[in-house]
């Protein structure tokens, strides 16, 4: 009889492997109590959601937001009471609700919140857009603020309270004053939780405490949106890279939550009458290969375009582990939920991929055995496999592609040097975006081909650009449905990012935890949540 890999990890997991958990582990935690609940996390790096995006799961913790999605996509209230907007079009007005407070004690003013937008819009794709339109935005009295625009912007409730770019999380106008090169490092909000700076334990552990003073609204939880209720006392993030290691403690009970425990895991945690699969993020994720348009091979298109023709969709996000049940091919810029999803100009499509078409269009770019270099992520296990699919694949049809293994922080920071690879540059990276996100060719990085000026990766096409700066202009779905048709035409063209496939990863958790809030993302709500006993 042939063993599988799956049912070596069924049977080790079920028999103890928990036994043999890493004393690092054991050392550091305890079985939760009541009021406390522990997720398995990867390690944060940087903590200023200006600075980085990756920031943003601490941030819609400990920071609040002057609007916010519900599970539907649409812009609710948050920080604000109410708004209006005057007859011309052109003034926005917004009035703080009753009782904000940061963690300090201090109120929230609309001092705090211009400086936020201020700063926020300055890296923000949607939040450049914004400062270019507006005339003035400033302080009214302690509570109010407006927005003076020099011409219409119907996008501008649904721009700040995207989650598909940075967040606009508000800070403290002394924070905010900043330059948004100069990262914060006071860590206070106004949110819902208190991050803990005594107990942050960077690589082990990072604290959040319920912040008592917090008043939320009275609406129901929806999204990010409606009442941030937190129900417990403490989250504490535990670092813990090693999948079996994160499911093995989630079955002893000493975390409760692990955010995307890899798929060859699912018999495991259903077999288990304690824990439960929850599919939270019900949007599911994009996945997709980034090529840097600064350096050969993928200065040159029919490089690029090579990309899309090599890649067996089915079959890299398989390799990445994900469950077959859970998987789509994604063919539009759009993703494949949003109102802008079509099918213009993907002729390139075909399951399994067309690699000879690839080596053909390599060799028609100039490719000549040069080393390319792919950015690993080792402590994202989809991304690590993904990345030695690829590079596989890739050496299948003479590209000589080498990976570079380090953590999600050394992706980062190498990812930023637009430099050669003699001296520390790149190639190619692999990250993932929500689907449901992709609605917004504004706010979004990915969408941005303004060379110096977009994601990393630095994709630049001047007429696609011209078509994306009408977006704002437009009010009308059937409109913006025919500019998103043409702007993926000529973006499978230029090609600056690749898709790999849709996934949808479930959570997973103790069934003593209830009450996750569902949204269209990858970060994960910490209110409503609570512990019941089992």
Known sequence: MTITRREILKTGLAAGTALSMPTILRAQTTPADART?????????????????????????????????????????QMVEKWGLSQDKKTYTFQLREGLAFHDGSPVTAADCVASIRRWGQVDAGGKLILARAKDISKKDEKTFTFTLNEPLPLLIPLLASTGGYPLAIMREKDASRPATEQVTSNIGSGPFKFNEALARPGASFTYDRNEQYIPRQEPADGFAGGKVVKVDRVVWQVISDQQTAVAALQTGEIDFVTAPASDLYPVIESDPNLALETVNESGSDFYVRMNFL???????????????????????????????????????????????????TGWYKKGGDPEKARQLFQEAGYTGEKVVLLQSTDWPPASKAAEYLAFILRKIGVNAELAPSDWGGVEKRRANKGPIEDGGWNMYISNWTDAELDNPISVPLFRANGEDAMVGWAKNDQYEALRAKWVELETLDERQALAREMQRLAWDFVGTAMLGQSFEPIARRKSLTGLVHVLSVYYPMWNMQKVSA
């Open 37 to 77: 609940v522990r997720w398995a996390v990867t390690n944060l790096y940087v903590f200023d959601p200006v600075i980085s995006i990756d920031a943003s799961q601490h941030a819609y913790a400990i920071y609040d937001t002057l609007f916010a999605p519900n599970l539907k996509g649409i812009a609710q209230p």
């Open 295 to 345: 350096q050969p091979p993928f200065d040159n298109a029919k490089a690029r375009q090579a990309m899309l023709h090599l890649i067996d969709q089915e079959a890299i996000m398989q390799a990445a582990g994900f469950d077959s049940k859970y998987i789509r091919p994604v063919k539009s810029i759009f993703g494949n939920n949003t109102p802008y999803s079509n099918d213009e100009n």
